[in-house]
């Protein structure tokens, strides 16, 4: 998949967060294959990108516990 088309599913999904929050699970999981893409294609990740993916862990984490 070309670089322009990976960014532009990077944007989407970080409207779909901001538009539903619940969905943070899955929008997660989105993300990290789209990192992984750009892994395959040899490119440097995106600090924030990273961070996000981070953040969504942590936040997900939180949740599930009791």
Not at 4 to 29: F, R, S, Y
Request: glycine content about 4%; hydrophobic content about 40%.
């Amino acid at each position: 998949m070309p670089f322009e088309n990976l960014k532009a599913g990077i944007a989407l999904l970080i409207e779909q967060m901001t538009d539903n929050p619940e969905d943070a699970h899955q929008i997660q999981e989105s993300l990290r294959e789209k990192l992984a893409e750009l892994r395959g294609l040899g490119l440097p990740l995106p600090d924030d990108l990273v961070a996000l993916e981070a953040q969504l862990e942590r936040d997900l984490s939180k949740a599930h516990r009791p």
